[in-house]
């Protein structure tokens, strides 16, 4: 029994270490989430203002897609 103690020990070991590195490697969610309130009050105006100064959604002449996207509303109306 001493033999079997002494050749299972390092074994033990190597299980607890991996089970430490496991848990501080994937499940350390309680040291991202729990450490401040979220405020995205800076991240949103950061967004506004890129909006604002880069226009995304209204059309710019001579600007170019690689995608085009079909008005198929417009089809879906016809049809009707």
């Known amino acids: 029994t001493v033999d079997r103690i002494i050749s299972e020990s390092p074994l033990v070991q190597f299980y607890r270490n991996l089970q430490w590195v496991f848990e501080e490697n994937f499940l350390h969610s309680?040291?991202?989430t729990q450490h401040a309130i979220v405020d995205m009050t800076q991240t949103f105006n950061k967004l506004c203002r890129y909006i604002e100064q880069h226009s995304p959604h209204e059309p710019v002449l001579g600007c170019k897609s690689k995608h085009s996207i079909?008005?198929?509303y417009s089809k879906g109306q016809e049809l009707i």
């Open 70 to 72: 079909p008005d198929l």
């Open 30 to 32: 309680h040291l991202t």
